[in-house]
T-cell receptor, first 114, second 114 residues
Framework: NAGVTQTPKFQVLKTGQSMTLQCAQD?????MYWYRQDPGMGLRLIYY???????DKGEVPNGYNVSRLNKREFSLRLESAAPSQTSVYFC?????????????FGDGTRLSIL | AQKVTQAQTEISVVEKEDVTLDCVYE???????LFWYKQPPSGELVFLIR??????QNEISGRYSWNFQKSTSSFNFTITASQVVDSAVYFC???????????FGKGTRLSVIA
């Protein structure tokens, strides 16, 4: 019962470095999401992929890129990390984008940028 | 655009007290879905409940109950006889029929003191 798997769990970067966060789900879900969680801000959507081959911007896409590699995998890339991107990143998946089924979340990646 | 407000930032109760977490939402759609998620200190996000806009029946699951009132645009969550294990951040979330992914409130941190 893996569900949604995120790697790595922790990472420290220097300003300007690049990094890709990996996410894979084994529930045969069509839709996948990347969120960031900051203190007092709740979860904010960065990008999502409604289905394989599509991606769309969320609320806070600046500074990030995504790739829906296949139905299982959805990666998030920071091309030039900035201290403002220090956060906890969550990947999620759901059968479809609409609310008929809940989103299932990975355990998160804690990212610190110095 | 949809919006979720959780006005209570932090709540502290003594074990065995009842506690209600408030959630007020905004949407122009008549079809929408509401969710509650729990984030314990370990950091993962756990799905608790989903409710669609056409079902105003209250729901009870053990010590948890949910009160959905369309007239006040609220979807409140009550924990009866709280326990230390209930200590967590609780998020309310909304998705409407516009295929815009889930929008989260900022969360309520509940501390249950033994």
């Amino acid at each position: 019962n893996a569900g949604v798997t995120q790697t790595p769990k922790f990472q420290v970067l220097k300003t300007g470095q690049s990094m890709t966060l990996q996410c894979a789900q084994d529930m045969n879900h069509n839709s996948m999401y990347w969120y960031r969680q900051d203190p007092g801000m709740g979860l904010r959507l960065i990008y999502y992929s409604a289905s394989e081959g599509t991606t769309d911007k969320g609320e806070v896409p600046n500074g990030y890129n995504v790739s829906r590699l296949n139905k299982r995998e959805f990666s998030l890339r920071l091309e030039s990390a900035a201290p403002s991107q220090t956060s906890v990143y969550f990947c999620a998946s759901s059968e479809i984008v609409t609310g008929k089924q809940p989103q299932h979340f990975g355990d998160g990646t804690r990212l610190s940028i110095l | 655009a949809q919006k979720v407000t959780q006005a209570q930032t932090e709540i502290s109760v003594v074990e065995k007290e009842d506690v209600t977490l408030d959630c007020v939402y905004e949407t122009r759609d008549t079809t929408y879905y509401l969710f509650w998620y729990k984030q314990p200190p370990s950091g993962e996000l756990v799905f608790l409940i989903r409710r669609n806009s056409f079902d105003e029946q209250n729901e009870i699951s053990g010590r948890y109950s949910w009160n959905f009132q369309k007239s006040t645009s609220s979807f409140n969550f009550t924990i009866t006889a709280s326990q230390v294990v209930d200590s967590a951040v609780y998020f309310c979330a909304l998705i409407d029929s516009g295929n815009t992914p889930l929008v989260f409130g900022k969360g309520t941190r509940l501390s249950v003191i033994a």
